[in-house]
């Protein structure tokens, strides 16, 4: 209990997206979506027993509260639907996640439930409540800046539901068939710290009887005599194995992002290049780990190259501290459209203002405003859209 933490995050979602394609009841299916829902994040991380060998348990418990629904605009992924009626939101619904945990030294041993944050599995927060996977890792530290991790997981419970599920591929915009799943994810990698201004990190993943990635990233950062550089590369491959359920899968990928800071501004431009007959795969509940993935849109189809333009702006500078505000531009072409010979074009852009309350009796309250336009040429497989989010969080330490 001494070196136990419990912290508990209110979560208030405004959600609205405004489908701009002209249809309301066809099959594209409705012309809005628009739901606002409070959730609870509880995270308890229990501390270690006494002696060279440790145990500990950690929990997650979250839980999502209906604010404002309606039949017609419901689907917006913060809320499940209520019994077998897609149309109706549920009221509440909740979920638990136990983790057991053994340490040694510099090295952690878990299973239960969990909230990977790495390259080829990052756990998906975009909505009320966060995507919970299942399974064991173990993490080492035991080299001085080198952190290495193996990972299996087998079960999944998607950001709206409550209900573990097999693992699976994500099927964005039809590119791989959907209910694709598996008997379990592995992953092995290592993170490098060569310095304080450069490290890497290489990791390999395998979705059984699906496919394999590969990744490799560097970041880094060098000040100048006016501002600072900063610059991250990765690299993927992937490709199908065993029995290849989703297909045959043939992708590389090549992202990278430059920016450039002074004072509060930091101005940044990316470019992103898909290669090979088969878009990125990845898992369902999880978002892929390249620099033009946006609020809406991943930008990841089959041979799409895009690029980005973003202006950071922290008004820090300006004496205001806490508030900050970001808008990006990103353009993509070349993707190859299913049963299409046209070439497929798409944009997003993207703004967000936040602040967060710095000391008082609301400190650590945060409020960001979102907003989001998406257009492309290829409406059979992606909507056009405008959309709005509102998000007000409050974070507080229980002990």
């Known amino acids: 209990m001494e ?51 440790g145990f500990g348990v950690d929990a997650l418990g979250m839980y999502g509260l209906k604010l404002d629904s309606s039949p017609a605009d419901s689907n917006s992924g913060l809320l499940p639907s209520r019994g077998n009626d897609p149309r109706q939101s549920a009221d509440q619904y909740a979920k638990l996640g136990l983790t057991g945990k053994v340490r040694y030294s510099r090295t952690v041993l878990k299973y239960g439930a969990m909230l990977p944050d790495m390259p080829l599995l990052k756990y998906n927060d975009g909505r009320l409540l966060p995507t919970l996977f299942h399974g064991v890792s173990l993490t080492s530290e035991e080299v001085r800046d080198l952190r290495f991790n193996l990972t299996r997981l087998d079960k999944y419970t998607a950001r709206d539901s409550t209900d573990a599920q097999d693992i699976r591929v994500h099927c964005k915009n039809k590119r791989y068939a959907c209910d694709t799943t598996a008997d379990h994810f592995d992953t092995a990698g290592v993170d490098y710290r060569f310095n304080e201004r450069l490290s890497a990190q290489y990791q390999v993943a395998k979705l059984e009887n699906i496919y394999r990635q590969h990744f490799l990233g560097l970041v880094a950062s060098q000040p100048l005599a006016v501002g600072s550089l900063s610059a991250d590369l990765r690299l993927i491959k992937s490709d199908d194995i065993g029995r290849a359920h989703a297909g045959e899968i043939d992708h590389r990928a090549v992202s990278a992002m430059l920016g450039y800071s002074l004072g509060g501004h930091k101005v940044s431009a990316g470019w992103q290049r898909m290669y090979g007959d088969s878009a990125m795969p990845y898992l369902d509940g999880s978002n892929p ?40 531009y990103i353009s993509g072409d070349h993707v190859q459209v299913p049963g299409s010979l046209a070439e497929g074009k798409e944009w997003e852009r993207d703004s967000e203002l936040k602040y967060q309350v ?40 229980l002990w």
């Open 3 to 53: 070196d136990s933490s419990a912290r508990l995050e209110a979560r208030t979602v405004y959600f609205n997206r405004d489908f701009r394609d002209g249809h309301s009841s066809s099959a594209q299916g409705a012309s809005k979506r628009e739901e606002t829902a409070q959730g609870f994040i509880l995270n308890i991380q229990s501390g270690y027993t006494e002696g060279s060998l």
């Open 289 to 328: 780990y390249l620099v033009n993935y946006a609020q809406v849109n991943d930008f990841a189809a089959a041979r799409e190259r895009s690029w980005q333009l973003r202006y950071d702006y922290d008004f820090k500078a300006l004496g205001v501290n806490g508030l900050s505000f970001f808008t990006r």
């Open 358 to 397: 710095q000391a008082g009796t609301f400190k650590s309250l945060s409020l960001r405003l979102r907003n989001s336009t998406y257009r492309s040429n290829y409406e059979k497989f992606a909507r056009d859209m405008d959309e709005t989010r509102v998000i007000v969080s409050y974070n507080f330490s």
